[in-house]
């Protein structure tokens, strides 16, 4: 379970790298403990989690920082077939099994899924060529209310 | 479904990075094809997907670059409580369903979960601390017998 200040995914930081000083709680059940050892030497780690509050999947998607829509692979946006969400977070603190983070970008509630540590020979490409996102001037930083379920 | 030269864990590269050339097919379901547009214009994509061949999750697990146990939430051991993996891969070429790409690191007939594109913007941190992966000097770029099912 994530804990964040962000109630619906309206107004919700996009990314972690927009999301200002956004702090949330990551939890791991209490009987996996254990596994966050070694973890405090890392700056940052991959929160994997379920998009619980997503639309249904949809094909082509108009996603925040375009104006053209585009394939869902070609995104980051939620309404995906399969909606799993991954975020490059900062690391402030661990306590028991409560992971503190800096880039907090999901709703309050989110389920967790999986911690992973980041590291840099594996994750960091920083040439790394990013198609329409290349061209994408906007300074958008925050949700709009295009991927919320219908009531 | 993800199609990959390896067969079994053991000889399968631990990570893109050191997968050499290796090549593999990511392959979504045809009526998703669609949503792969506008992806051609990326030079990596993540590929997430279910370690399915993975032995049941542990706490600690001695992983491949180092000597040490560690804590199973400070790798990127396969033997984790949700067996998701993920892989930043080069992106070769599109065509209909199938994505072909190179830095395979997952064995044959591994199910795919979800694309994404990789944005340096939000996935790459190339000064990030990495705790114990920045102390290895293990140059193993093969996996072993260590995390395979017991027959």
């Not at 800096?102 to 389920?111: C, F, K, V, Y």
Request: glycine fraction near 10%; aromatic fraction near 8%.
């Amino acid at each position: 379970m994530i804990e964040t200040p962000f109630r619906q995914p309206a107004g919700t930081p996009i990314q972690p790298s927009r999301a200002g000083g956004a702090r949330g709680v990551a939890r791991v059940g209490a009987r996996l403990a254990a596994g966050l050892k070694d973890l405090e030497g890392f700056e940052r780690v991959w929160l994997l989690y379920w998009l619980h509050e997503a639309p249904p999947g949809q094909l082509r998607v108009r996603p925040f920082l375009d104006r053209m829509e585009r394939g869902i692979f070609a995104t980051r946006a939620p309404a995906r077939p399969c909606p799993i969400g991954m975020s490059a977070v900062r690391l402030l603190r661990i306590e028991g099994n409560r992971l503190e983070f800096e880039g907090a970008e999901m709703i309050d509630g989110t389920p967790l899924l999986d911690i992973k540590p980041y590291v840099p020979e594996f994750d960091s490409h920083p040439e790394s060529r990013a198609g329409w996102f290349d061209g994408s001037r906007s300074r958008r930083k925050r949700a709009d209310h295009r991927f919320e379920r219908e009531a």
